[in-house]
């Protein structure tokens, strides 16, 4: 069973950087699609961004594309989530999620990590 661990989250002022790292356990997850979610209080869960397992295509959504870059590096295990000139609106719990097929859409993730909570300060 491969066990997902997300780090990096923290405080950072609007305009800042973080980068989250989401890291695999217990088995290799290089045949894995990954994707970051994040939801926001009171508010269900978004699509971020998304790479394939071989890291030949990523996807983002309109909010995040020119600020976020996604990678992996699947010697490590370790994907990651570049995030620049952040805003107060990206404020959320951020995720990361495994899946077969490379998808956008959430219920297709059948593997979860627990969050880790980014606050973009305006």
Do not use: H
């Amino acid at each position: 069973q491969v066990q997902l661990v997300e780090s990096g989250g923290g405080l950072v002022q609007a305009g800042g950087s973080l980068r989250l790292s989401c890291a695999a356990s217990g088995r290799t997850f290089s045949s894995y699609a990954v994707g970051w979610f994040r939801q926001a209080p009171g508010k269900e869960r978004k699509f971020v961004a998304s790479i394939t397992w071989g890291g030949g295509s990523t996807y983002y959504a309109d909010s995040v594309k020119g600020r976020f870059t996604i990678s992996r590096d699947n010697a490590k295990n370790t994907v990651y989530l570049q995030m620049n000139s952040l805003k107060p609106e990206d404020t959320a719990v951020y995720y990361c999620a495994g899946t077969n097929i490379n998808t956008v859409v959430a219920a297709l993730y059948d593997l979860w990590g627990q969050g880790t909570q980014v606050t973009v300060s305006s």
